[in-house]
């Protein structure tokens, strides 16, 4: 199993980035699918999560509104469009998978609760 995360890069306050997680080795309709990010000195958090049916998604109080995850079937991929981007965003973004294992599952929200995990991508915001 691979997570290839890219995107990241230095933007300004109020610009917009969006990160890609691209999936191979696994049955990507199978998982629920999440971005997480950690500052430096912080723990890692939750940003937003998607069902494996990309029906129900969930976000961090701090991004709702302005972050928005999606999936792309036919390319395997996550993506995590970011607009109003603030300095406080500011951290290494990853991307993770869980393996649906029941019919009925909430989504998952907890780091340890993810399976798989991608190599990580850098965000900085600043003036």
């Known amino acids: 199993v691979q997570l290839q995360a890219s995107g990241g890069g230095l933007v300004q306050p109020g610009d917009s980035l969006r990160l890609s997680c691209a999936a191979s080795g696994l049955f990507f309709n199978s998982h629920f699918w999440g971005w997480f990010r950690q500052a430096p000195g912080k723990e890692r958090d939750l940003v937003a999560v998607?069902?494996?049916?990309?029906?129900?998604?969930d976000y961090a109080d701090l991004v709702r509104g302005r972050f928005t995850i999606s999936m792309d079937n036919a390319k395997n991929t996550v993506y995590l469009q970011m607009n109003s981007l603030k300095p406080e965003d500011t951290a290494v973004y990853y991307c993770a998978a869980r393996r649906r294992s029941s019919i009925f599952m909430p989504l998952p929200r907890n780091a340890n609760e993810f399976d798989y995990w991608g190599q990580g991508t850098q965000v900085t915001v600043s003036s």
């Open positions: 998607v069902s494996y049916n990309g029906r129900n998604t």
